[in-house]
């Protein structure tokens, strides 16, 4: 089933820009998506074990990119957007082109602009600029390939900022808000054999962006990945692993969760979900093999099934030792006590066995007291604005395992799925972040009509990245308040993931003790010198550790 928001107002909020409007979404909190898939981890299916164990997710015949070169008409505001440019025989000979992805600012349209607290204009929220909120209308076409018959395919955003409407072959197919967390969409309905066409028109200001208030860049656009995936129409929607040691630290449950959803009007069935785990030699584990029936399915229906593997001594992950398996996930129909049945799709994940727990106010690491020698770092290129290539994320890495930096907290907001699969690989504890910074509008954590944004944010930061061995501390947020709306995140983030620690960098730095907010795992306070750390904490009856998430900043503001 769809998560649709929004749809109980008034006609008036369904319009994108260029059609006339009196309050549309983009101003409008209750509104900041229509038409999504429900948050999932990062999966591509595969057509066998081999290539799943690969994990080459863009190298799947089930993946295709939209990544390339597109029309592109950059308007001063919403009033001054191309109304139908997304209708096949709309004249755009005279537009330009961009890289997508990218951020128009870094290619020749409007200029860059670093801001630390608020937004470089004076309206009050939801309200966002008339007169100058840039707009950039984007179109390409592509062609579908012929083996995708009889599929179902979903349209993927890595990240938009800061708004966006989407169409495909003329027909609009929904809306998000969220600058810096994916996007995807259900097309299979909107396309046909052969040539297509996709149009988005992304807005620079929306009333999400008030919660986009970081210390950085203010860019615009496509700006990480798009693509296609295509799926069998009964698919594993979702999955969740997770690693819970013994006493010792030996032994390990391997817990698994998997949502299978029947995308046809016909029922499916029998389906059954076989697991296999490798070692990172590409040996299959015995304890790793199990076959699970899933019910029947209606049609469009989703069922849960949940298993435990007892996996003895497996090799542990941590930053100093980031030893990983591959699980590989079979989709198979049919009665495979006769015959086998029919493999309809493979997925794999890595999987790090590592526990994450406060012992006697300490931060541990499969039992182990851990140091976070830790960085804040930005998805900023020199060249590329927000466009990180995974090479530029690879050489950043490996300088921080050079100096003995063991942790990064990606302030803040969710970074490139990619990062994390680094961070996975190179051992590199991450304490992710979400994407909500109101900075100079605080009181929006207090506001009710906001709630239902944060926590969105959180779900599609949270159902992306569980399933890294990496992440080991969720953050609410960075300098958004201390209202409830922070707590409820909290508490929502906490029903998806139990398993890690959050922490939350609000406006409350000068004394988290006696203004705290009980919600979080981890006290955070911040440019504090260690003997006052000492003094607060040393003698504190509080259970909770300590984590300085910022104690010192060096920032730039010019271009000079």
């Given at each position: 089933?769809?998560?649709?928001?929004?749809?109980?107002?008034?006609?008036?909020?369904?319009?994108?820009?260029?059609?006339?409007?009196?309050?549309?979404?983009?101003?409008?909190?209750?509104?900041?998506?229509?038409?999504?898939?429900?948050?999932?981890?990062?999966?591509?299916?595969?057509?066998?074990?081999?290539?799943?164990?690969?994990?080459?997710?863009?190298?799947?015949?089930?993946?295709?990119?939209?990544?390339?070169?597109?029309?592109?008409?950059?308007?001063?505001?919403?009033?001054?957007?191309?109304?139908?440019?997304?209708?096949?025989?709309?004249?755009?000979?005279?537009?330009?082109?961009?890289?997508?992805?990218?951020?128009?600012?870094?290619?020749?349209?409007?200029?860059?602009?670093?801001?630390?607290?608020?937004?470089?204009?004076?309206?009050?929220?939801?309200?966002?600029?008339?007169?100058?909120?840039?707009?950039?209308?984007?179109?390409?076409?592509?062609?579908?390939?012929?083996?995708?018959?009889?599929?179902?395919?979903?349209?993927?955003?890595?990240?938009?900022?800061?708004?966006?409407?989407?169409?495909?072959?003329?027909?609009?197919?929904?809306?998000?808000?969220?600058?810096?967390?994916?996007?995807?969409?259900?097309?299979?309905?909107?396309?046909?054999?052969?040539?297509?066409?996709?149009?988005?028109?992304?807005?620079?200001?929306?009333?999400?962006?008030?919660?986009?208030?970081?210390?950085?860049?203010?860019?615009?656009?496509?700006?990480?990945?798009?693509?296609?995936?295509?799926?069998?129409?009964?698919?594993?929607?979702?999955?969740?692993?997770?690693?819970?040691?013994?006493?010792?630290?030996?032994?390990?449950?391997?817990?698994?969760?998997?949502?299978?959803?029947?995308?046809?009007?016909?029922?499916?069935?029998?389906?059954?979900?076989?697991?296999?785990?490798?070692?990172?030699?590409?040996?299959?584990?015995?304890?790793?093999?199990?076959?699970?029936?899933?019910?029947?399915?209606?049609?469009?229906?989703?069922?849960?099934?949940?298993?435990?593997?007892?996996?003895?001594?497996?090799?542990?992950?941590?930053?100093?030792?980031?030893?990983?398996?591959?699980?590989?996930?079979?989709?198979?129909?049919?009665?495979?006590?006769?015959?086998?049945?029919?493999?309809?799709?493979?997925?794999?994940?890595?999987?790090?066995?590592?526990?994450?727990?406060?012992?006697?106010?300490?931060?541990?690491?499969?039992?182990?007291?851990?140091?976070?020698?830790?960085?804040?770092?930005?998805?900023?290129?020199?060249?590329t604005g927000h466009a990180m290539d995974v090479e530029t994320m690879r050489k950043d890495l490996y300088l921080m395992k050079q100096f003995n930096i063991n942790c990064v907290r990606t302030s803040h907001y969710p970074p490139n799925v990619e990062y994390l699969e680094l961070a996975d690989e190179l051992g590199i504890y991450v304490v992710d972040e979400t994407g909500d910074e109101a900075h100079a509008y605080i009181y929006l954590s207090s506001d009710p009509q906001w709630k239902d944004q944060y926590l969105d944010r959180m779900r599609k930061m949270v159902y992306r990245d569980r399933n890294h061995a990496s992440v080991v501390v969720w953050s609410a947020g960075n300098e958004s308040g201390p209202g409830d709306n922070i707590c409820a995140l909290i508490a929502g983030g906490k029903e998806i993931d139990p398993t890690r620690l959050w922490l939350y960098g609000g406006n409350r730095d000068e004394d988290p003790l006696t203004n705290p907010i009980r919600c979080e795992d981890i006290v955070g306070p911040r440019y504090l010198q260690p003997f006052r750390l000492e003094q607060r904490f040393g003698k504190s009856d509080d259970p909770r550790p300590s984590f300085m998430d910022?104690?010192?900043?060096?920032?730039?503001?010019?271009?000079?």
């Amino acid at each position: 089933m769809k998560r649709v928001f929004g749809l109980a107002l008034t006609i008036s909020f369904c319009c994108a820009p260029g059609h006339a409007q009196l309050h549309p979404d983009y101003e409008n909190p209750k509104v900041f998506e229509r038409n999504q898939e429900a948050a999932h981890a990062t999966l591509m299916p595969f057509p066998n074990v081999p290539t799943a164990l690969k994990g080459e997710r863009k190298q799947s015949p089930y993946h295709l990119s939209l990544n390339g070169t597109w029309k592109f008409q950059w308007s001063e505001n919403p009033g001054l957007a191309p109304g139908d440019f997304y209708q096949r025989g709309y004249d755009r000979s005279d537009w330009s082109t961009i890289r997508v992805p990218s951020n128009w600012q870094m290619e020749g349209f409007g200029y860059p602009l670093f801001r630390n607290i608020g937004l470089p204009h004076p309206h009050l929220p939801p309200e966002v600029p008339k007169a100058f909120n840039p707009v950039g209308s984007y179109y390409r076409t592509f062609e579908l390939p012929e083996n995708w018959d009889q599929r179902q395919i979903f349209l993927h955003f890595e990240g938009v900022h800061s708004a966006s409407y989407v169409w495909v072959n003329g027909k609009e197919v929904g809306y998000n808000q969220g600058g810096m967390e994916p996007a995807e969409y259900d097309i299979t309905s909107y396309l046909k054999k052969g040539d297509n066409s996709i149009s988005v028109q992304v807005l620079r200001y929306s009333d999400g962006a008030y919660m986009e208030d970081q210390d950085t860049w203010r860019l615009s656009g496509i700006y990480r990945d798009v693509y296609l995936m295509a799926t069998p129409r009964s698919h594993i929607r979702d999955f969740y692993v997770r690693t819970v040691l013994d006493e010792s630290y030996t032994d390990a449950n391997l817990e698994l969760a998997f949502w299978v959803k029947n995308y046809s009007r016909q029922k499916a069935g029998p389906l059954f979900v076989q697991t296999s785990l490798f070692d990172a030699d590409g040996n299959a584990l015995d304890e790793g093999s199990a076959m699970l029936e899933v019910d029947a399915l209606a049609g469009g229906s989703e069922e849960q099934v949940e298993h435990s593997l007892n996996i003895s001594n497996p090799l542990k992950w941590s930053a100093e030792y980031p030893n990983l398996y591959t699980l590989v996930m079979e989709l198979v129909e049919g009665d495979v006590s006769l015959n086998g049945g029919k493999v309809l799709e493979v997925l794999s994940t890595r999987v790090g066995f590592r526990e994450v727990e406060v012992i006697d106010q300490a931060i541990c690491i499969n039992g182990v007291p851990v140091k976070f020698n830790g960085v804040n770092s930005h998805m900023m290129h020199p060249e590329t604005g927000h466009a990180m290539d995974v090479e530029t994320m690879r050489k950043d890495l490996y300088l921080m395992k050079q100096f003995n930096i063991n942790c990064v907290r990606t302030s803040h907001y969710p970074p490139n799925v990619e990062y994390l699969e680094l961070a996975d690989e190179l051992g590199i504890y991450v304490v992710d972040e979400t994407g909500d910074e109101a900075h100079a509008y605080i009181y929006l954590s207090s506001d009710p009509q906001w709630k239902d944004q944060y926590l969105d944010r959180m779900r599609k930061m949270v159902y992306r990245d569980r399933n890294h061995a990496s992440v080991v501390v969720w953050s609410a947020g960075n300098e958004s308040g201390p209202g409830d709306n922070i707590c409820a995140l909290i508490a929502g983030g906490k029903e998806i993931d139990p398993t890690r620690l959050w922490l939350y960098g609000g406006n409350r730095d000068e004394d988290p003790l006696t203004n705290p907010i009980r919600c979080e795992d981890i006290v955070g306070p911040r440019y504090l010198q260690p003997f006052r750390l000492e003094q607060r904490f040393g003698k504190s009856d509080d259970p909770r550790p300590s984590f300085m998430d910022e104690y010192i900043a060096a920032t730039g503001n010019s271009l000079g």
